[in-house]
């Protein structure tokens, strides 16, 4: 994140597109000439996230009679508090009905990296509960009905009433999960959302202990330890319910989290928290970009892009809501108006978020010189862990896709010494080792990868790197492997996440090819962008319609982006279609461009190349 001054002014970072010298004497179309920030323009910051004990919100204070007011708060702040319970503890929503993640108590951690929430004195009790509180610290609303001349009898009954109703959602999500899931995805579901962090679950009439949060600004996420963040988080909105800043900030962690963590199951728990952030305040465009940033996250683009004006219309300066209108962009295949989006957003809010999206739109259009200079730019402004683990891992895969596989491991390493646990760089590195000739370290990295993170792409790199080396049992090894992507897919599906691509990718060389075409089409009619193109041109040529799939093939590779798979589906498509030249040239690019490509695809892209050699 960008940093920024106590009064809430930018600093005067200079914006991606700034070069001190430029080659050509003159600064490249549309960017700006001076290269020196954007003034202060002058827009009131966002409303700030009270500090904690104090009014959240103006309609909090109120110049009636003290009495009555504070009966009427209370019951008010009650009813909230008893709504973040049941939100943080992923269960039903009244106005969904379904179960948001009932593995989300603490005795369903199975050994991932997240944390429980800590809680002095308690225990996770033999029924699977999260832990109890404190022993003699008081329910919440026990402590205000005592302060109303309510009677302890009443608060208990209260309690007891609410602890009722969160475990009756937890059974009954619980039983949707069963029915709906094979035993397979069950128990990825569980590796999936492993230690899962609940926000204030009540168990056993009390409260968890809560200490106030310091501060609940987006910059709080930044800070590198996001387990640790929401965990303030959580307690800040204990004792200020009705923070509608604080709710916001939650729900773009909990995206964040699903996006760092591979787990979609976070993504039911930020949708309620960002709507009881808008139900709080509508017009808050902090809510209104995470609601953005949760729509491009569920590959929803075309609702994430109007989202994302929504927010900007409030606030035309919101970083989030900038860079989810340049992510939408992109994944919809508008690539013009991504670039003049990200241009803007560089003037409004240069920072790392909106650097490494600079970088990706040039990247996408055969600008590497260009992507890796700004890459290296946001690398050195980045400060927190989590920022320099991200962005060194995009310079590790910018290098990956021009083979360059030394410089790749070094920024893979950098992006690791940064956040250990960073799944990008965890997958990174194994592709690197496994192209690099270390075989033994990328298969044991994958192994370690998928059995914390599930996730289409390492489970399809493993399985690939079990048939390349051919060993017994490792053909049964590799199906076991790509049955897991469906299981993953049907989790993501069932958490709001459109799967189409990733369905599409892995079924088309592993599974079933009118499933890959199916999603493929499907993908396709929602956006167009290289990435779909290419999946519909390979899931049209391995269902024997190449003459249908090589303008896809073509599409693909029109922007410039270099791709190796890219080259390779055309190469293939190429040669099926009678256009040999052609192949032999595309598949020799693919080949030169990056020789470790894919395990498997790399091995098949040398043999259609010989092939074509010997009929010259």
């Avoid at 204070?61 to 209370?74: L, N, W």
């Avoid at 026990?142 to 309510?150: N, P, T, V």
């Avoid at 892995?506 to 499907?522: E, F, N, P, Q, Y």
């Avoid at 589906?569 to 190429?574: A, K, T």
Wanted: a negative charge; charged letters at 25%.
């Amino acid at each position: 994140m960008s940093p920024r001054t106590n009064d809430g002014a930018p600093e005067p970072t200079r914006p991606a597109s700034a070069r001190p010298e430029p080659v050509t004497g003159r600064p490249v179309s549309g960017e700006p000439a001076s290269g020196t920030p954007v003034p202060d323009p002058g827009q009131p910051a966002p409303t700030p996230a009270p500090a904690p004990g104090g009014a959240s919100t103006a309609e909090d204070a109120t110049g009636s009679d003290p009495g009555a007011a504070d009966t009427e708060t209370r019951t008010t702040a009650d009813a909230d508090a008893d709504h973040a319970d049941h939100v943080g503890a992923g269960g039903a929503s009244a106005d969904t009905g379904v179960a948001l993640g009932a593995e989300a108590e603490a005795g369903d951690d199975a050994g991932g990296d997240v944390r429980a929430v800590p809680v002095a004195g308690g225990e996770t009790g033999d029924d699977g509960d999260a832990p109890a509180g404190v022993a003699g610290e008081p329910d919440a609303a026990g402590a205000d009905a005592g302060a109303d001349g309510g009677t302890d009898a009443d608060a208990s009954a209260d309690a007891d009433e609410r602890v009722a109703a969160v475990r009756r959602a937890g059974a009954a999500g619980r039983r949707w999960r069963a029915a709906q899931l094979t035993a397979c995805a069950a128990m990825l579901a569980v590796a999936l959302t492993a230690g899962a962090i609940a926000l204030g679950a009540v168990h056993d009439g009390r409260d968890m202990p809560v200490a106030t949060a310091a501060a609940v600004s987006p910059g709080l996420l930044a800070g590198g330890d996001l387990d640790a963040s929401i965990t303030a988080l959580q307690a800040h909105l204990r004792v200020q319910p009705r923070d509608f800043g604080g709710w916001a900030t939650l729900g773009l962690a909990y995206v964040e989290q699903a996006r760092t963590k591979g787990d979609p199951s976070r993504y039911p728990q930020a949708e309620q928290a960002l709507k009881r952030s808008l139900s709080l305040r509508p017009d808050n465009d902090q809510a209104l970009a995470g609601r953005a940033a949760l729509a491009a996250a569920r590959h929803d683009f075309a609702n994430a892009l109007k989202l994302a004006d929504g927010a900007l219309k409030q606030n035309p300066y919101n970083e989030r809501a900038l860079c989810s209108r340049v992510d939408a962009l992109v994944e919809l295949g508008r690539y013009d108006d991504a670039d003049a989006a990200v241009r803007i957003a560089d003037q409004r809010r240069p920072g790392v978020p909106v650097f490494t999206r600079y970088a990706y739109v040039h990247e996408l259009r055969g600008d590497v010189a260009t992507a890796r200079r700004v890459l290296d730019r946001a690398l050195a402004v980045s400060t927190s862990p989590g920022d320099i683990a991200y962005v060194a891992a995009q310079l590790g895969q910018l290098a990956w896709n021009q083979g360059d596989y030394a410089a790749a491991l070094t920024h893979y390493a950098r992006a690791l010494a940064a956040d250990e646990n960073y799944l990008p760089a965890l997958e990174g590195r194994a592709r690197a080792q496994a192209a690099s000739g270390q075989q033994a370290e990328a298969l044991k990295g994958l192994e370690l990868i998928v059995a914390r993170y599930p996730l289409p792409g390492p489970l399809v790199e493993l399985g690939e790197l079990y048939e390349a080396r051919g060993g017994a049992g490792d053909r049964t090894k590799a199906q076991e492997q790509y049955a897991l992507v469906d299981a993953w897919t049907a989790i993501a599906r069932a958490n709001g996440v459109n799967a189409d691509l990733d369905t599409a990718l892995a079924a088309a060389d592993h599974g079933d090819r009118a499933t890959a075409l199916r999603a493929a089409r499907d993908d396709w009619s929602r956006r167009h962008t290289v990435h779909t193109a290419d999946a519909l041109a390979w899931a049209l040529h391995v269902n024997g319609k190449d003459a249908e799939a090589l303008p896809y093939a073509r599409q693909a590779t029109a922007t410039g982006y270099r791709n190796a798979a890219f080259l390779y589906h055309r190469g293939v498509i190429e040669k099926a279609t009678g256009h040999l030249a052609d192949a032999r040239t595309h598949l020799a690019d693919a080949l030169k461009l990056n020789p470790g490509f894919s395990p498997l695809g790399a091995r098949q892209a040398r043999a259609a190349l010989k092939t074509l050699e010997a009929s010259k």
